[in-house]
């Protein structure tokens, strides 16, 4: 393996931090954002950690940019070992709030995103018998209230990353799916959503995470070496995740009360 790898959304946060962690272990990396100055500031972390790469500027909506990506990893790399589907965004509000448009935002950037994503990269990974990283995220298994459009997003990245797991098996491409829960990001910058006072209660929760991207990052780094499909970084994540697959009404229950508690903040 020639240690090569693409992150999208290596301009900050949990994909800037995925970059910096392969990065000491002197991978070649490319990275790519909609946000240039931040690229150009991860390249640079990226050089002092014993990396080296290129950046690119890619919106993850349009996939001509992906393929040219991809294309570009070609010419300057010779091919690509490692992708890490990372680029997201953030979004809340209940249901009968949300529009179509909101929807139509956030299926574009974080499920589509990621198949795209997949897809312009696919006969690379193929010819490196490389790997697939698609970042998900703990709404995608619990589904938290408030959030539909988000939870729906992130459900169907598992889903794919499932369906490739099985399909691509035989060719030997290795496929993970990582569903942290709340941690240290910047992923509020990119919030959209009818209720700010939802946007509020999310980023408290950010805020009060004692697990870092760069925690995340590290945990990534061992699981994918071990081999393992399902990547759950955060301690109380796991533990749900458990009660769930034992007992999913106690989840639900769980959930509906806040739901309960977030419809009487939203209205104060």
Known sequence: MQNRMMVTGGGSGLG????????????QLALSDVNEAGLAETLKMVREAGGDGFTQRCDVRDYSQLTALAQACESNFGGIDVVVNNAGVASGG?????????????????????VKGCKA????????QGKIINIASMAAL??????SNYNVAKAGVVALSESLLVELKQQEVGVHVVCPSFFQTNLMDSYRGPTPNMKAQISKLLEASP???ADIADYIYRQVAEGVFM????????????????????????MALLAEKKRSKSKT
Do not use: C, T
């Open 94 to 114: 209940f249901f009968e709030e949300l529009s179509l448009e909101d929807w139509d935002w956030q299926i574009a950037i974080n499920l589509m995103g990621v």
């Open 121 to 128: 990269f696919l006969p690379l990974v193929q010819k490196s």
């Open 231 to 254: 990547i759950l970084p955060h301690d109380e994540g796991r533990a749900a995740w458990k009660i769930k697959q034992q007992n999913p009404q106690a989840i639900y229950d769980e």
């Open 16 to 27: 800037r931090e995925i970059a910096l962690r392969w990065a000491r272990e002197g991978w």
């Open 211 to 213: 697990i870092s991207a």
């Open 142 to 147: 619990m589904q938290a209230p408030g959030m």
